[in-house]
């Protein structure tokens, strides 16, 4: 059996489309190999992040069947987004599979119920698809896609924290879930106008580069406020994601009680995601570490919703250790 297989690196099935045309093992020891994927049933994205978080690095495919892996690999979604030959139908379809490889991997890591978990998915994947109903909606879409794989991953679990959490504050009726599931999914959307160095610098940004980066919000107000099926309160959200209970947030400095609070929870869950996430300038915190570093930036949150998240994710944690 020996030399039979080639190793495929893991994260690469990770943006690629859910049919494949061949199959992949899991290497079990030398010469011996688990079909894990099948050219049937397709990638398992579930079974694909518990593989990513179990630590996990290669993937093995058949050598007689290279040329299809290939060709696969051609057929990748960073290829065929940004293709004006491919129907937009199609796209919409390759998005929804990058949502739900992100959510699958998102509720590996952080332990969100069945139900709460069922919604989520729901509300993400319809707000998707109605995106991709008409050009100009599809066009803000895959803004957030081209800017890179961290935007796109980080919209969408922010938008199913914030649902988490407003469930969790007790004050949510389906409307306000809704609202904070769009307003989170869109809420960085003007990060898409600034130049990725600026996005995703690995060092310390200039005070020139700060400024450009404070204007986001500001931006995704204009992205969206012609879009007629993203409400106002969606517009809101954007705009005041960033401000904070103190006033020293941005754009406006707004203070307590003044800000949208679907805002606060999508900047919150925004906080929360970033922190737990693995950026270029640095590795990904802990969820212990990241409620930790939440609770002691006094002033900036809203106080009630920092417990709120600390009594969801805390005790979840405390649970599974014990």
Known sequence: ?????????????????????????????????????????????????????????????????DLLFREYMKKSPDKMLFDPEVPDAKKV????????????????????????????TKVVKSFITMMGQNPKTLATLLRTASHGEYLFYHSISVAVISMYLAKATGQANPRMLEICGMGGFLHDIGLTMLPKEVVDSPTDLTPAQWREMRSHPKLGVKMIEATPNIPDEVRYIVFQHHEAPDGSGYPGGLRGPVIFYPAKIVGLADSFCALITKRPFREAYTIEQALGILQHEVGKYDRDLVKVLVGLFGDKKKAAAA
């Open 93 to 120: 379809s390759l998005l929804l599979n990058m949502a739900e490889q992100n959510l699958n991997e998102l509720f590996n890591v952080v332990a969100i119920g069945n139900e709460v978990a069922a919604s989520s």
């Open 1 to 65: 059996m020996a030399g039979k297989y080639f190793p495929v690196d893991i994260k690469m099935f990770r943006n690629s489309a859910k049919d494949i045309t061949f199959d992949v093992y899991l290497k079990l020891a030398e010469d011996n190999y688990a079909h894990v994927f099948s050219r049937s049933s397709g990638v398992d994205y579930k079974r694909l992040a518990q593989y990513i978080s179990k630590g996990i690095t290669h993937l093995f495919v058949r050598e007689e069947d």
